[in-house]
Structures are given as C-alpha cells and as structure tokens.
Nanobody, 125 residues
Framework: EVQLVESGGGLVQAGGSLRLSCEVS????????IGWFRQAPRKEREGVAC????????FYGDSAKGRFTISSENTTNTVFLQMNSLKPDDTAVYYC??????????????????WGKGTPVTVSS
C-alpha cells in the first residue's frame, strides 16, 4: 500500500522559510514522479514543484521559481520542499503526490496518483 505523510508546515512571517517533508512508503522512487501541490481556500489546486524519482529532473510552477527548491532522498524515500522568501499568497495546504511515471510531475487528476493528507502553511504579513 502506498502511503504519503507530509510534515513541516506551520505559521511563519512573510520573508521567512519552511522546509516541508514527504515520507513515502510502499514504493521506491525509481520510475515514479513526485510532486508538491497546494490548495488555498476558494482557489484551484496548483502545482508547485515536481521531481523525477528516476533521474532527478525538476519542474517548478511559476509561483515557486526562484524561491522554492524540491529535492529527494531516495535512500529514505523522502521528498523535501525548501520554501524561502515566503509570501502571504503562499498560504495553503500543501500536498505531496506520487505517480508511476517516467516524467517529473504526477498527474494531479490521474486515478493512479497517490496523495498525502497535506500539511498547512500559513504566512502572516
């Protein structure tokens, strides 16, 4: 059974940093795409950053470029999202997702994509 557990969210002031973690069990990263998504109240789910578990190629959404960094530790099946220069607009619940796919990003609407329960991030102004 594939399980994802996110951690590291919390309350931070604008300009601060947080590091999110996603521990994945039930699969190894090779052959999988892993991504971070977020959803703010009354907004659509948004792709933040993705990484290929096979070759480490990354992809960033426009809101994350230059501020966030995704990385993976294949020995522990953990994916990280380092978030710097946080803004109030970054406030959302952040979800980790994984899909068996040779690309970098899991399909957020795919029926073979597994999700964690999310970790909330609140950025105060």
């Amino acid at each position: 059974e594939v399980q994802l557990v996110e951690s590291g969210g919390g309350l931070v002031q604008a300009g601060g940093s947080l590091r999110l973690s996603c521990e994945v069990s039930g699969v190894s990263f090779d052959g999988y795409a892993i991504g971070w998504f977020r959803q703010a109240p009354r907004k659509e789910r948004e792709g933040v950053a993705c990484i290929s578990g096979t070759d480490g190629i990354t992809f960033y959404g426009d809101s994350a470029k230059g501020r966030f960094t995704i990385s993976s530790e294949n020995t522990t099946n953990t994916v990280f999202l380092q978030m710097n220069s946080l803004k109030p607009d970054d406030t959302a619940v952040y979800y980790c997702a994984i899909e068996k796919w040779w690309g970098s990003c899991p399909n957020p609407y795919g029926d073979k994509t597994y999700w964690g329960k999310g970790t909330p991030v609140t950025v105060s102004s």
